[in-house]
Nanobody
Framework: QVQLVESGGGLVQAGGSLRLSCATS????????MGWFRQAPGKEREFVAA????????YYADSVQGRFTISRDNAKDTLYLQMNSLKSEDTAIYYC?????????????????????WGQGTQVTVSS
């Protein structure tokens, strides 16, 4: 079994920055892709960003394009989300997700059902 543990959340003023981390534990882990989702109170969990582990191909939601950067450290099996120019609407619980296994046809990074493992989330609060 694989565990994903998010960290780096907190309170930040609008326009500020935070960097989230997602560390893996339990066994050797080489996913096909990893991603970040977020969920605000009363809203559905939504896609934020994803990255192909070996190729470094990235995907971003329109709402964070140009402000957030997803990256990974293969040696440490750690995922990062650098969040800049934060807005109040970025306030949410941020979840790390991982996809293991092969993709036969097309990878759909924004779809929750693509991912096999999920972390417990870390709270990000942006004050305005």
């Amino acid at each position: 079994q694989v565990q994903l543990v998010e960290s780096g959340g907190g309170l930040v003023q609008a326009g500020g920055s935070l960097r989230l981390s997602c560390a893996t534990s339990g066994r050797t882990f080489r996913p096909y892709a990893m991603g970040w989702f977020r969920q605000a109170p009363g809203k559905e969990r939504e896609f934020v960003a994803a990255i192909r582990w070996s190729s470094d191909i990235t995907y971003y939601a329109d709402s964070v394009q140009g402000r957030f950067t997803i990256s990974r450290d293969n040696a440490k099996d750690t995922l990062y989300l650098q969040m800049n120019s934060l807005k109040s609407e970025d306030t949410a619980i941020y979840y790390c997700a991982a996809k293991e296994g092969v993709v036969i046809f097309t990878f759909r990074p924004s779809q929750r059902t693509e991912y096999n493992h999920w972390g417990q989330g870390t709270q990000v609060t942006v004050s305005s």
